[in-house]
Structure formats: C-alpha cells, structure tokens
C-alpha cells in the first residue's frame, strides 16, 4: 500500500516563500509521476506541479517560473520549492502519486490525476 505524507505548510506573507515535502511510503517507483494538487474553499482542486517518470515537469500557468517541483529517490520524497508567493495561492495543498504499472506522463496526470494522495498541507499568504 502506497501512503503519501505532506508537511512543510504554514503561513507566510507575500513575496515569501515556502518548501513542501510529500515522503512516499514505500518508496518511489520509477514509473510513478508525483505531483502537488490544490484546492482553496469554494474553488475547485487544480493541478499545480507534475514530475514524470523521465523527471519533465509540468506546471500550471499561474505557478510557472515561481514553483519548482523535484523528487529525490533517495529520501522517497518530492518536494515543491515555492517563492514569490501571492495572497491567491493560498490553499489546501495535496500531493499525489500516480499507479507504479506503466510509465507516467506528467501533462495527463496534471490534467487527470489518479492513484494515491496524501492528507494535505495547509499554505496560508498573508499580504
């Protein structure tokens, strides 16, 4: 059984910046993509960051060039660097792992995500 563990969440003021952590239990696959998920009340859950079997990654366009997503098999973690952050990234942060029988493509499970998901992790920007 795949279990995923968010931490790192918090509350911090715009322009600030975060690291999200998701350890997977029992270990990454390498046929698994990882990816961070959100969702803020009344909204909709939305893909924010993917990585892929062949480590591309996938990024919403509202996170492009102030989120990288990386994993690391080492720690069986994936992590979610996050800097200049703004008031509407605030949310429910959720990490996701994809099923371990065939090779991920990160731009599906972005769009499509299914497999395993952790508890999530709350991100709170103040301005």
């Known amino acids: 059984q795949v279990q995923l563990a968010e931490s790192g969440g918090g509350t911090v003021q715009a322009g600030g910046s975060l690291r999200l952590s998701c350890t997977v239990s029992?270990?990454?696959?390498?046929?698994?993509?990882l990816g961070w998920f959100r969702q803020a009340p009344g909204k909709e859950r939305e893909g924010v960051a993917v990585?892929?079997?062949?480590?591309?990654?996938t990024y919403a366009d509202s996170v492009k060039g102030r989120f990288t997503i990386s994993k690391d098999y080492a720690t069986r973690s994936s992590y979610l660097e996050m800097s200049d952050l703004k008031p509407e990234d605030t949310a429910m942060y959720y990490c996701?792992?994809?099923?371990?029988?065939?090779?991920?493509?990160?731009?599906?499970?972005?769009?499509?995500?299914?497999?395993?998901w952790g508890q999530g992790t709350q991100v709170t920007v103040s301005s």
């Open positions: 996701a792992a994809s099923g371990r029988r065939r090779p991920c493509t990160g731009g599906s499970f972005l769009e499509r995500p299914a497999g395993y």
């Open positions: 029992p270990n990454i696959h390498t046929n698994q993509c």
């Open positions: 990585i892929d079997s062949v480590r591309a990654t």
